[in-house]
């Protein structure tokens, strides 16, 4: 099982950026997946999420609004896209599975992959 994180870079305040997370190993079908970020000096916080089954999506009230979460079965990757950019999204942005319920507890969550840092500076 492997997940992977990219699309990462430097934005400016009010930007977008769409990240992705390809998975190996396991199909969307059976298995939620979670977007976290982790900036600097701080701890790992559950961005947004996506259930197996029926494809809910959840997501952190920071980023409500503006981030949205999808994913293409047929790629076996998910994606988040990050509009209005703000300079607190500054953060190394991972993905893992693990249950929706729980996203605001990243320790639930496993088969996290490489990190994609995203900066937003002017």
């Known amino acids: 099982v492997q997940l992977q994180a990219s699309g990462g870079g430097l934005v400016q305040p009010g930007g977008s950026l769409r990240l992705s997370c390809a998975v190996s190993?396991?199909?969307?079908?059976?298995?939620?997946i979670g977007w976290f970020r982790q900036a600097p000096g701080k701890e790992r916080e559950g961005v947004s999420c996506?259930?197996?089954?029926?494809?809910?999506?959840y997501y952190a009230d920071s980023v409500k609004g503006r981030f949205t979460i999808s994913r293409d079965n047929a790629k076996n990757t998910v994606y988040l896209q990050m509009n209005s950019l703000k300079p607190e999204d500054t953060a190394v942005y991972y993905c893992?599975?693990?249950?929706?319920?729980?996203?605001?507890?990243?320790?639930?969550?496993?088969?996290w992959g490489q990190g994609t840092l995203v900066t937003v500076s002017s």
């Open positions: 190993g396991f199909t969307l079908d059976y298995h939620a």
């Open positions: 893992a599975t693990g249950p929706v319920q729980l996203l605001s507890h990243p320790s639930f969550w496993r088969s």
């Open positions: 996506i259930s197996r089954s029926d494809g809910r999506t």
